[in-house]
């Protein structure tokens, strides 16, 4: 049965006919308790009712861990470097923080229950400010726990960077409207997407992330997506975005993520940074409601070479000042505190600030115009400041008004609960399912499908099929599965892009797909012979643009994926559905090309195997179980 607001809320009540949550506690209607009240009117009231150390709390945007049961609460800490996740009561009750990431891990159902308690202890609070949990993107198929997660439970879709292949606002919209749905339904308020940066170096691990190289085209889809989530003005309807990482992340020196020390730097060798901020602009104009700055340190910008989070030169100078924008900015995760993660100390990500302390840290972040420090949970270090007269409150009150603000005006201080029944109904459905998998098969590249005359793909049924990296599941429905080469009329090969990995100490690192786009010589002598023993269809996943001429070669078909399952990979090669992408980045044909590219320059590497825009198609045969072709 579906629960009403009523058996939801405790704090619920009624005085002369108006509904309203008894925040503060007083028995009668209080002005930011009034739903009848504008946002600024109640804002107002509330910012003056509040403490320093309330405020302080608001600044803050760290992670938490959702549970089955009861709330997270770990033993005490004894440990010099912290976890990063504190315990709930911590961070809601002693330390009045109440913005949290926490990727929605656990079953829809028990997100939605953990989600109603985690408000329940916020509304026990002095004034009963309601929490907003944000989440990264949970849609796709890259799982980095830095970046992006995936699920069993919420519809699956192509990631951005096949979103771009498409080359569709109707269809991004439609994406955006689902996930902000499937959000919704758990609780979850803020998206900390969409990625404005434009993919203009091939290897930098984050451009799957993105809308593409092609700025127009990607300000175009940006727009779509916050619209999707946020519509026309942000509401209790809407799914906040925060938009990332202005302004723009995409040009890093030889591709190294700026999560790390030897990716510290980002450059613009092709003098193209007015280009990288297209998309932001296009974010601006459909309302962003937040916008998150990047790690890197820019290189030759003509600012100050610091870290983005501490530049008050890019965050006031252009941000506020240059675009006006008035929204919430905050901070990407852990610019000021180390802490442990599975064990393993993760350094703050305080480029070019290295020799400052966690205090001067955060004054420099406060200075270059931040409102909200993510993945840090020290409001103590702003009350010091304001206290010793280095900051005065009236700045921490800024920012405090902007966040507030937002919260209003997603109506969680009118009814922040959820309806368990509704998630477990809602997350997944089949409608959105099914829109998904036709969005993977959409978005699919064929790169190449033998000679005009004589085409590989589609597939006739009852081919003999010897899989790699398929499920034999998935494949039965349409052929014989074989054990060997030897014995198959066509191998179906599913690659990885290639990526070197990384082990410096640093947990998570081996989930950022980093370094050369080519094969090693061995793997690439061995998979080319293994290739020729039968025609062979060779299916690769483009998180990255590979280098991989020798393997097209070989193949009789190549396609190009951004995320599909097995299932929907397999009606498509056997022509259920018919690919329908094009290429939004190069696929470059040589490493030497990529190594003498502008980082900042999209579609820069001369020559490339498969240009921006290449794909090829076939039409498509239906889905009539009874073909035999």
Same mark, same amino acid.
């Given at each position: 049965? %579906?629960?009403?607001?009523?058996?939801?809320?405790?704090?619920?009540?009624?005085?002369? /006919?108006?509904?309203?949550?008894?925040?503060?506690?007083?028995?009668?209607?209080?002005?930011?308790?009034?739903?009848?009240?504008?946002?600024?009117?109640?804002?107002?009231?509330? *910012?003056?009712?509040?403490?320093?150390?309330?405020?302080?709390?608001?600044?803050?945007?760290?992670?938490?861990?959702?549970?089955?049961?009861?709330?997270?609460?770990?033993?005490?800490?004894?440990?010099?470097?912290?976890? @990063?996740?504190?315990?709930?009561?911590?961070?809601?009750?002693?330390?009045?923080?109440?913005?949290?990431?926490?990727?929605?891990?656990?079953?829809?159902?028990?997100?939605?229950?953990?989600?109603?308690?985690?408000?329940?202890?916020?509304?026990?609070?002095?004034?009963?400010?309601?929490? %907003?949990?944000?989440?990264?993107?949970?849609?796709?198929?890259?799982?980095?726990?830095?970046?992006?997660?995936?699920?069993?439970?919420?519809?699956?879709?192509? =990631?951005?960077?096949?979103?771009?292949?498409?080359?569709?606002?109707?269809?991004?919209?439609?994406?955006?409207?689902?996930?902000?749905?499937?959000?919704?339904?758990?609780?979850?308020?803020?998206?900390?997407?969409?990625?404005?940066?434009?993919?203009?170096?091939?290897?930098?691990?984050?451009?799957?992330?993105?809308? &593409?190289?092609?700025?127009?085209?990607?300000?175009?889809?940006?727009?779509?997506?916050?619209?999707?989530?946020? &519509? =026309?003005?942000?509401?209790?309807?809407?799914?906040?975005?925060?938009?990332?990482?202005?302004?723009?992340?995409?040009?890093?020196?030889?591709? =190294?993520?700026?999560?790390?020390?030897?990716?510290?730097?980002?450059?613009?060798?092709?003098?193209?940074? @007015?280009?990288?901020?297209?998309?932001?602009?296009?974010?601006?104009?459909?309302?962003?409601?937040?916008?998150?700055?990047?790690?890197?340190?820019?290189?030759?910008?003509?600012?100050?070479?610091?870290?983005?989070?501490?530049?008050?030169?890019?965050?006031? /100078?252009?941000?506020?000042?240059?675009?006006?924008?008035?929204?919430?900015?905050?901070?990407?995760?852990?610019?000021?505190?180390?802490?442990?993660?599975?064990?393993?100390?993760?350094?703050?990500? $305080?480029?070019?600030?290295?020799?400052?302390?966690?205090?001067?840290?955060?004054?420099?972040?406060?200075?270059?115009?931040?409102?909200?420090?993510?993945? =840090?949970?020290?409001? +103590?270090?702003?009350?010091?400041?304001?206290?010793?007269?280095?900051? +005065?409150?009236?700045?921490?009150?800024?920012?405090?008004?902007?966040?507030?603000?937002?919260?209003?005006?997603?109506?969680?201080?009118?009814?922040?609960?959820?309806?368990?029944?509704?998630?477990?109904?809602?997350?997944?459905?089949?409608?959105?399912?099914?829109?998904?998998?036709?969005?993977?098969?959409?978005?699919?590249?064929?790169?190449?499908?033998?000679?005009?005359?004589?085409?590989?793909?589609?597939?006739?049924? $009852?081919?003999?099929?010897?899989?790699?990296?398929?499920?034999?599941?998935?494949?039965?429905?349409?052929?014989?599965?074989?054990? %060997?080469?030897?014995?198959?009329?066509?191998?179906?090969?599913?690659?990885?892009?290639?990526?070197?990995?990384?082990?410096? /100490?640093?947990?998570?690192?081996?989930?950022?797909?980093?370094?050369?786009?080519?094969?090693?010589?061995?793997?690439?002598?061995?998979?080319?012979?293994? *290739?020729?023993?039968?025609?062979?269809?060779?299916?690769?996943?483009?998180?990255?643009?590979?280098?991989?001429?020798?393997?097209?070669?070989?193949?009789?078909?190549?396609?190009?994926?951004?995320?599909?399952?097995?299932?929907? *990979?397999?009606?498509?090669?056997?022509?259920?559905?018919?690919?329908?992408?094009? *290429?939004?980045?190069?696929?470059?044909?040589?490493?030497?090309?990529?190594?003498?590219?502008?980082?900042?320059?999209?579609?820069?590497?001369? @020559?490339?195997?498969?240009?921006? $825009?290449? $794909?090829?198609?076939?039409?498509?045969?239906?889905?009539?179980?009874?073909?035999?072709?």
């Amino acid at each position: 049965m %579906t629960a009403t607001r009523a058996d939801l809320d405790p704090h619920l009540t009624e005085q002369d /006919g108006v509904v309203f949550r008894d925040l503060a506690g007083t028995g009668r209607l209080e002005v930011y308790e009034d739903p009848r009240q504008p946002v600024n009117r109640r804002v107002e009231d509330l *910012l003056g009712r509040m403490t320093l150390a309330e405020k302080a709390g608001l600044m803050f945007h760290t992670m938490m861990q959702p549970t089955e049961q009861g709330l997270h609460e770990p033993a005490a800490d004894c440990d010099d470097i912290p976890r @990063d996740v504190l315990s709930t009561s911590a961070l809601v009750t002693a330390k009045h923080i109440n913005h949290f990431n926490a990727a929605p891990r656990i079953a829809p159902r028990a997100y939605a229950e953990w989600h109603n308690r985690l408000q329940r202890l916020a509304a026990e609070t002095r004034l009963g400010i309601p929490v %907003t949990l944000s989440s990264d993107p949970v849609h796709g198929f890259t799982d980095n726990p830095a970046t992006s997660i995936t699920t069993t439970t919420f519809s699956r879709w192509p =990631e951005p960077l096949g979103l771009a292949a498409c080359a569709d606002p109707a269809l991004v919209g439609e994406f955006a409207d689902v996930v902000r749905r499937e959000y919704l339904a758990v609780g979850i308020r803020m998206a900390l997407h969409p990625q404005a940066d434009l993919a203009t170096e091939p290897r930098w691990s984050r451009g799957v992330g993105t809308f &593409g190289a092609d700025p127009d085209l990607a300000a175009e889809l940006v727009a779509a997506y916050i619209r999707g989530m946020q &519509g =026309e003005e942000l509401g209790p309807q809407s799914v906040a975005c925060m938009t990332k990482h202005f302004p723009g992340a995409g040009p890093q020196l030889r591709g =190294e993520d700026a999560h790390f020390p030897y990716g510290r730097e980002q450059v613009y060798p092709g003098g193209n940074a @007015d280009r990288h901020l297209v998309p932001f602009e296009a974010a601006f104009a459909a309302g962003t409601a937040a916008v998150m700055p990047y790690y890197a340190i820019p290189v030759g910008l003509g600012v100050e070479e610091v870290g983005f989070g501490f530049n008050r030169e890019v965050v006031t /100078g252009w941000l506020r000042e240059r675009y006006g924008y008035d929204g919430v900015v905050c901070s990407d995760w852990g610019l000021v505190t180390d802490v442990r993660v599975g064990g393993t100390r993760w350094p703050a990500r $305080g480029w070019g600030v290295e020799e400052l302390s966690r205090i001067d840290r955060v004054h420099r972040i406060l200075d270059a115009g931040i409102d909200q420090l993510g993945g =840090e949970f020290c409001p +103590e270090l702003v009350m010091q400041l304001v206290e010793s007269g280095r900051v +005065e409150e009236k700045r921490v009150d800024a920012s405090a008004r902007r966040i507030l603000r937002q919260k209003f005006r997603l109506g969680l201080f009118d009814n922040p609960y959820v309806d368990p029944d509704q998630a477990e109904h809602t997350v997944g459905r089949a409608d959105f399912a099914a829109a998904g998998n036709r969005a993977q098969q959409r978005a699919a590249v064929l790169l190449t499908n033998g000679d005009r005359a004589h085409p590989v793909l589609p597939l006739a049924r $009852g081919t003999r099929l010897h899989l790699t990296g398929i499920a034999p599941a998935a494949a039965a429905p349409y052929g014989e599965v074989v054990a %060997t080469r030897a014995e198959a009329d066509v191998a179906l090969v599913r690659l990885p892009a290639p990526f070197e990995e990384r082990h410096t /100490g640093i947990d998570y690192e081996d989930a950022f797909h980093q370094g050369r786009l080519d094969l090693p010589a061995e793997r690439s002598s061995r998979l080319v012979s293994e *290739l020729r023993e039968v025609p062979a269809v060779v299916v690769v996943h483009l998180d990255r643009p590979a280098v991989i001429p020798e393997v097209t070669q070989a193949a009789a078909a190549t396609v190009a994926e951004f995320g599909i399952t097995d299932d929907a *990979l397999l009606a498509l090669l056997f022509g259920e559905a018919a690919p329908g992408g094009r *290429l939004p980045v190069e696929m470059p044909s040589s490493m030497r090309a990529v190594e003498m590219s502008r980082e900042d320059v999209p579609n820069d590497t001369g @020559d490339p195997l498969f240009p921006v $825009g290449h $794909g090829l198609s076939f039409p498509a045969r239906g889905n009539d179980p009874r073909r035999s072709d």
